[in-house]
Nanobody
């Protein structure tokens, strides 16, 4: 069973930066971040497979960077030039080598204008 621990959310002014972290236990393949704003569906923000290319939602390209430390089984999301529309609960998502998905508890990111 994979356990996930997220950290790093908070309140920031527009134009500011935040860094999210998600530490996972167990053997992990792909790692990524999703977000869900009030009244909206959960959407993919960024994904980083074990050995493949990263992928980003169009709305965050050039502003967000996903990275991972395989030695620590941790995925990061560096968020720069934040906008009010980035306000959401951000969820870490990982998949093991059986393609089973696991979700973090979510961390709130609020960007004030």
């Amino acid at each position: 069973q994979v356990q996930l621990v997220e950290s790093g959310g908070g309140l920031v002014q527009a134009g500011g930066s935040l860094r999210l972290s998600c530490a996972a236990s167990g053997s992990i393949n792909a790692m990524g971040w999703y977000r869900q704003a009030p009244g909206k569906q959960r959407e993919l923000v960024a994904i980083i497979p074990t050995g493949g290319d990263t992928d980003y939602a169009g709305s965050v390209k050039g502003r967000f960077t996903i990275s991972r430390d395989n030695a620590k089984n941790t995925v990061y999301l560096q968020m720069n030039s934040l906008k009010p529309e980035d306000t959401a609960v951000y969820y870490c998502n990982v998949r093991d080598y059986n393609d089973t998905a696991y979700w973090g508890q979510g961390t709130q990111v609020t960007v004030s204008s």
